[in-house]
């Protein structure tokens, strides 16, 4: 591709001058101040904190903090504007503190519609399951242990209706199918779910994957290298997506497949991985290796998204996560409910701390019932993990060169 790469370091020690507590871990103490803190605005903590905005965002929902609706930005009022000091400007503090108001108001009563909505109403609609944001899913094969659950949205308040971007990673054990009809139903649940980025674990050369590409009519280009392993990873996307295949990192039992993905505004290294499974020692080894990996891939740019079989639990998965600077992207309501039919979770997204707080919008994992669920079990010991991202131009970090 001849892409040059001229993107913008990712510099901790600039962001530290802005904010001196950013990427630093979470102390007990901070935790409890920002229990008693929590009316206070975002921006008001970030300050306080030596934070940034999306640090305190995202330390609300761990601690299951309510969030706030964010703040509008009043538009800047020109120098002779009246104001509520002067003559000609009588009643205008009066005003923008009923406005206040009636915002709080709007938000309360948001909030305490949608808590009815959820304890009266089914998330279901014929057409497909109705998001909070406003986004229309198709509706897909049964809901299994989470029937009826609707994916999980980041911001209950906010209505999302813009365009997104769609990922999907699914350790697949093998491809294709040795009867042909697993291996047509295996596409069809790609297309329900309207995949525009593929992550898969455990497929096994070259050719698997052009099979695999050659099969689904929107996936247009990969990235993927072989291993003697024979059970690789790959990442696969739609012709839309713009796809730069990167080095893989060496030290790996499955080498995780790194790539750049863009599409409008979004833009991050996007890593597909599967950790070892039976050799505990090796995978401590492998975890170590993410973090010199990171290091690498944040002067490419600085969003990064992890996806694949971590072969972690919960509790081991976020400490991992904090370990290496990353977040956990969980369905709150799907707790309980594993990523493997034993009803163990281990396929995650990891988001480095910008993405999570600003393109990412939701999370699902996708389960079957019925005859579907007969035939995702015999496709996998592992069920697909969904999750979508906005893609506002405003989001991009890496600025598009000529050869791209």
């Given amino acids: 591709m001849g892409r040059k790469r001229k993107s913008k370091a990712y510099d901790v020690q600039r962001v530290r001058r802005e904010h001196p507590r950013a990427y630093e871990p979470w102390t007990q103490e901070e935790d409890a101040r920002l229990r008693n803190e929590q009316h206070r605005s975002d921006r008001e903590l ?30 800047t009022a020109p120098a002779d504007a009246p104001t509520s000091a002067h003559p000609d400007g009588r009643g205008v503090a009066k005003a923008n503190l009923g406005k206040r108001l009636l915002i709080c108001l709007a938000a309360v009563t948001a909030l305490a519609l949608a808590f009815l909505a959820g ?28 029937q009826g659950a ?18 999907v990673t699914w350790n697949i054990r093998g491809y294709p199918e040795n009867k042909r009809p697993h291996t047509d139903w295996f596409h069809r649940q790609l297309s329900k779910m309207a995949v525009d980025v593929l992550c898969v674990q455990e497929v096994a050369n070259l050719e698997r994957v052009e099979d695999l590409r050659s099969r ?7 990235a993927f290298a072989d291993s003697p392993s024979g059970t690789d990873n790959a ?30 505004g979004f833009d991050a290294v996007v890593v597909s991985l599967h950790l070892s499974w039976k050799d505990r020692s090796l995978r401590r080894q492998e975890i170590q290796r993410l973090g010199d990996l990171l290091a690498d891939v944040r002067a490419i740019d600085p969003d990064i998204l992890l996806a694949g079989d971590f072969n972690l639990t919960e509790d081991a998965i976020e400490s991992l996560a ?17 990523t493997v039919h ?5 396929d995650y997204f990891l988001l480095s701390p910008d993405l999570a707080n600003e393109e990412f919008v939701s999370v699902h994992i996708e389960t079957f019932s019925g005859d579907d669920l007969a035939i995702a079990k015999q496709v996998s010991d592992h069920l697909p993990v969904v999750a979508w991202f ?15």
């Fill in 150 to 167: 609707s994916p999980t949205e980041r911001f209950p308040l906010l209505r999302y209706t813009g365009e997104r971007l769609t990922f």
């Fill in 390 to 404: 906005r893609v506002d131009e405003h989001f991009r970090d890496r600025p598009l060169t000529p050869d791209d």
């Fill in 216 to 222: 689904d009519d929107r996936l247009a280009r990969s």
């Fill in 119 to 146: 304890r009266l109403t089914s998330p279901q609609s014929e057409q497909g399951h109705v998001q909070p944001h406003g986004i229309q899913l198709p509706r897909m094969g049964g809901a299994g242990r989470g």
């Fill in 46 to 75: 970030a300050e306080a904190f030596q934070r940034k905005p999306g640090a305190i965002r995202s330390r609300r929902k761990k601690l299951g903090l309510g969030l706030l609706v964010p703040e509008r930005r009043q538009p």
């Fill in 235 to 264: 990442i696969l996307c739609v012709d839309k997506v713009m796809l730069e295949g990167l080095a893989d990192p060496v030290g790996f039992q499955h080498p995780p497949q790194v790539a750049w993905v863009s599409w409008k």
């Fill in 342 to 346: 034993t009803g163990r979770r281990y």
């Fill in 322 to 338: 904090e370990q290496i600077g990353m977040e956990v992207m969980t369905p709150p309501h799907q707790r309980g409910l594993g």
